[in-house]
């Protein structure tokens, strides 16, 4: 009977050994060397994460936005886009054909009472009221030797290629050089011949044909289309907006106002 009893203390005891060990694994295997600092392994009494993030580095792949080697780029910025040349402002229109030199005194009226006669009047007024068929740009330090109807066309030419540098328009319609070799050429006109005022009519009779005079003439364009057409060709006759087509270019301005120009064109319109 003492041997039973023996036998069954020693089974208690052992029972009780193994109970304890089971109840408290996280005893026997955190406490170890090679398990401190790197988090629990088994599950314990409460619900705590497999890793400790108190006790890892970061990971290869990232647990938070943006940690880790395989974290995703932050975004690209969006490409710069590609230059654009600013617009330039619009630049002063160049002159077509003449330039006003600005003489302001009365002269006599041509005879002729042709509407092309007085069409020619108004742009005198215009461009040359003093010294009409004689006129010379005022800006043009070196005048010529003679008058300009006492001159060949050749020697307006070589008076023009000796003052380079100046304002070189001549005449009661104000011909700059590139105009006046045009009309020139257009009319045939020799180069020998004198400037004469009947010559000088001639050629700005290109320039009114230039203007619309013949669809003006015909009644296929209006008064004030034909005008405003004459205003781009000479500098000293006011557009519809009351001033020179090239006002402050080289310092033109108009010098008839819209008024009187609309009601000599009026005119001339009613025969």
Same mark, same amino acid.
């Given at each position: 009977?003492?041997f ?44 705590? !994460?497999?890793? $400790? ?7 290869? &792949? /990232?647990?938070? *936005? ?5 974290? %995703? ?56 009221r003093?010294?009409?068929?004689d ?41 700059? !050089?590139?105009? $006046?070799?045009?009309?020139?050429a257009?009319t045939? &006109? /020799?180069?020998? *011949? ?5 010559? %000088?009519?001639?050629?700005?009779d ?66």
């Amino acid at each position: 009977m003492t041997f039973i009893y023996r036998a069954l203390g020693a089974h208690i005891l052992l029972f009780v050994a193994l109970g304890s060990a089971i109840a408290e694994p996280s005893t026997m295997i955190g406490g170890s060397l090679f398990f401190q600092n790197r988090g629990v392994l088994a599950p314990t009494g409460s619900a705590r !994460p497999l890793f $400790l993030t108190s006790t890892q580095s970061p990971s290869l &792949v /990232p647990m938070s *936005a943006n940690l880790g080697l395989f974290a %995703q780029l932050p975004p690209r910025p969006k490409p710069i886009p590609a230059h654009t040349a600013a617009s330039v402002p619009a630049a002063l229109p160049k002159q077509t054909h003449v330039m006003t030199a600005a003489m302001r005194a009365p002269y006599r009226r041509p005879n002729g009472t042709t509407s092309i006669a007085q069409i020619r009047h108004i742009i005198g007024q215009a461009e040359s009221r003093r010294d009409g068929y004689d006129a010379v740009q005022h800006g043009a330090k070196i005048r010529p030797q003679k008058r300009p109807t006492q001159m060949t066309i050749d020697e307006i030419y070589a008076w023009i290629d000796a003052t380079p540098g100046q304002p070189h328009a001549i005449g009661r319609y104000q011909f700059i !050089p590139k105009t $006046l070799k045009r009309v020139v050429a257009e009319t045939g &006109v /020799p180069t020998a *011949a004198l400037f004469t005022p009947d010559v %000088q009519d001639a050629l700005s009779d290109v320039l009114l044909v230039d203007a619309g005079l013949i669809a003006f003439q015909a009644g296929d364009m209006t008064r004030h289309d034909f005008m405003n057409n004459l205003a781009k060709i000479w500098a000293g006759l006011p557009n519809s907006s009351g001033k020179s087509h090239y006002h402050g270019f080289a310092g033109n301005k108009a010098s008839l106002t819209w008024k009187s120009f609309d009601a000599q064109m009026q005119k001339v319109q009613s025969g």
